[in-house]
């Protein structure tokens, strides 16, 4: 699956800029500790969280994952769309909850 | 005596702060800035304060040795220490807890080692911008009963890495008794909430990760005379 894919599917809307290469989702990683998630979330991953700090471009960099997925419609800081702009992190939200999200995801495979 | 202070500065160690914060411009721009205290409070280290602490002797201004350490639940405690050698008791046992991820200075920035005439010595390859797997419960325990020092919870009213934003509120098993805050002007909207702040001691320190940000003369305490204990010891005492 890729990022147009996943916005299609999860009902999404692109808060960044769009980037050029294609990337693709390998997986869903969910967790909001940032700490948890640099030591765990992998390379390929939509990783789901409620955070919209400074905080989360870095450590989708760190953790090359896929893009980033904010839930239930919370809203983003622009420093943080800045920062993801500038290091071409893709960040995503959407009106679900994470339990949601995951639904759609896998009935969307499941039709595939 | 009312001593002016800045009890949260970071130096060039914390991969946010500015690579100008070395010893001797913190010491000195703390100085033209009129203040008596500040606490050198790096993210998870304390390997920059002996060398700041030197760079002050023979000045006016006084350096307290801390840590602002992450903990387990992503929540910045500021820990201040009566003297180097229990400052780096409690680095220690923070390394000992810190995942195994190094810097990547082109995400984060550099983690820079100055000795007290400024000479880089060496670059901490270890990321300490994350949490600790130590508890808040423990650090509070550590710090406070065993260390003889005070840890304050760090700028409350933002909404990261504060105990607030973490809690939603100050957990009665914590003995909390003196906070940061960050901002005066969002502090009303906290303390408002939070019946228990009412009697616990606030202070207001800079962050600063940028020399510009250290404070001016604006915040005070009041001691008996200026010395690291005295601070740490009226720091302790509810309002």
């Known amino acids: 699956m890729y990022i147009d894919d996943l916005i299609a599917v999860i009902d999404g809307k692109l808060l960044t800029q769009k980037v050029k290469n294609a990337v693709k989702i390998e997986n869903v990683y969910i967790c909001d500790l940032l700490s948890w998630v640099m030591s765990h979330a992998q390379k390929g991953d939509a990783w789901i969280t409620v955070l919209t700090n400074v905080n989360v471009p870095a450590v989708a960099m760190l953790t090359d994952v896929a893009c980033v997925i904010i839930p239930e419609g919370i809203d983003v800081e622009e420093l943080t769309l800045r920062k993801a702009n500038e290091n071409e992190i893709t960040i995503i939200s959407t009106k679900y909850s994470a339990f949601e999200i995951c639904k759609k995801i896998i009935k969307s495979m499941d039709n595939n | ?172 098993d914590i003995d909390v008794k003196c906070v940061e805050i960050s901002d005066r002007n969002t502090e009303s909207t906290i303390i408002s909430n939070l019946i228990k702040l009412n009697r616990t001691k606030r202070i207001y320190s800079s962050d600063a990760h940028y020399l510009w940000d250290i404070h001016e003369r604006e915040y005070f305490v009041e001691v008996e005379s200026l010395t690291i204990t005295n601070v740490i010891k009226t720091l302790g005492v509810s309002k």
């Open chain 2, 1 to 172: 005596m009312n001593v002016a202070y800045d009890l949260h500065i970071h130096s060039s160690l914390s991969p946010c702060a500015d690579n100008d914060m070395t010893p001797n411009n913190i010491v000195n721009m703390s100085i033209l800035k009129g203040l008596d205290v500040i606490a050198i409070t790096d993210h998870n280290s304390c390997a920059n304060v002996q060398a700041i602490v030197n760079c002050a002797k023979n000045t006016s201004l006084l350096v307290i040795p801390g840590i602002e350490i992450e903990t387990a639940e992503e929540i910045h405690v500021i820990c201040l220490f009566s003297d180097m050698e229990r400052a780096a008791e409690m680095q220690k046992l923070v390394y000992s807890r810190l995942p195994d991820i190094k810097n990547k200075e082109e995400i984060f920035g550099e983690q820079l080692i100055f000795d007290e005439k400024d000479n880089l010595i060496s670059k901490e390859s270890r990321l300490l911008l994350t949490a600790a797997d130590i508890t808040i419960n423990e650090v509070f325990d550590i710090v406070n009963n065993e260390l003889n020092g005070i840890a304050i919870p760090a700028h409350i009213d933002r909404q990261a890495n504060s105990i607030i934003s973490s809690f939603g509120t100050i957990p009665e």
